[in-house]
């Protein structure tokens, strides 16, 4: 897909070119526009869009102090010594004042920054519902094109908001942990559902057996289809790296098993149905704002009673759509 030169930034003549390569800089670079949402960000997300659709996303969710961060360095190593790349997206909670992701690029994950088939970074929820911000969605895309033939996305500990991930990732991985109270009861009515894979991490502590025990009683009891993947629960313990080896092991049983029955294409269409769907909205949002001409002039006719907020709102839809 060609582009006008004018939807380039003067220095981005050929960053597509570098994103496709998997040049670390291109891509880099190219996550910033896509986090600042620069003007020409838009036509370079479209450039690489033919290009995705390869990767395998993989997701990994779960309630704060689960130790998402030291089970996805665990499995970018495992990954490593099968010969992929991968490209890792922490999603942090935003700095109430830059906006940014707080972490930045995960400390525990530096030992695989010099790696040159694996590329790191943190990016802002940017106060999203569901933890995820559009910006985490073009994220994964563009690591996508740059040919990482994993990607794995793990999300902040949100909670049950966190459902999102489903949209994004085509394996979901679910991590609870012993100790922390009542978190499958806490989470089960919402994050627990969305799980491919569940993941019982630091599992050599008091009361693991009877976390297995519990979330195997929330499987047993969730509705299941004929041919639908069965569920299974993974024991680990990231931190001395037991358990890694087989749980990538089952992220690549369910990728086969998404390719072998059409369901890797399903997640392809729930992926494009949420970015589209985002998109619309930003693009509706866009002209609902205060010192925006139409918008301003709409609010005047409502002061005035010249019309009424639905019919002013409807008037705003149906005009010309701006960029976004």
Request: charged fraction near 20%.
């Amino acid at each position: 897909m060609s582009l006008a030169p004018s939807a380039y930034m003067a220095d981005d003549s050929d960053i597509v070119a570098r994103v496709l390569d998997g040049e670390h800089g291109a891509i880099a670079r190219m996550l910033t526009q896509v986090e600042r949402r620069t003007p020409a960000v838009n036509d370079l997300l479209a450039a690489l869009h033919h290009a995705t659709g390869r990767a395998h996303v993989v997701g990994v969710t779960g309630p704060a102090g689960s130790g998402k961060s030291t089970l996805v360095a665990g499995l970018a190593a495992a990954y490593r010594r099968t010969g992929r790349s991968l490209g890792i997206l922490a999603v942090d909670p935003s700095s109430v004042i830059t906006g940014g992701a707080i972490l930045g690029d995960r400390i525990r994950m530096s030992d695989l920054g010099s790696d040159p088939d694996v590329f790191i970074r943190s990016m802002a929820t940017r106060g999203a519902l569901g933890g995820l911000s559009r910006a985490v969605l073009d994220g994964v895309s563009v690591l996508d094109a740059a040919g990482m033939d994993v990607v794995i996305l793990e999300t902040v500990g949100v909670g049950q908001a966190e459902v999102d991930v489903i949209s994004v990732a085509q394996t979901i991985a679910v991590v609870s942990v012993p100790g922390l109270g009542d978190e499958v009861q806490a989470i089960k009515a919402g994050l627990l559902e969305i799980a491919d894979i569940h993941v019982v991490n630091k599992s050599d502590r008091p009361g693991a057996d009877r976390t297995v025990a519990e979330i195997r009683d929330v499987v047993r009891h969730s509705p299941h289809r004929e041919g639908q993947w069965k569920v299974p629960i993974q024991q680990t313990v990231a931190s001395s790296h037991e358990g890694i080896d087989d749980l990538m092991r089952i992220f690549d049983d369910h990728a086969a098993w998404l390719a072998g029955n059409g369901a890797r294409t399903d997640s392809h269409r729930r992926n494009a149905a949420t970015r589209i769907r985002w998109a619309a909205e930003e693009l509706v949002l866009g002209r609902f704002r205060t010192g925006d001409t139409a918008f301003d002039a709409a609010v005047e006719t409502v002061v005035s009673r010249q019309s009424d907020p639905v019919s002013a709102a409807r008037k705003l839809i149906a005009g010309p759509i701006a960029n976004c």
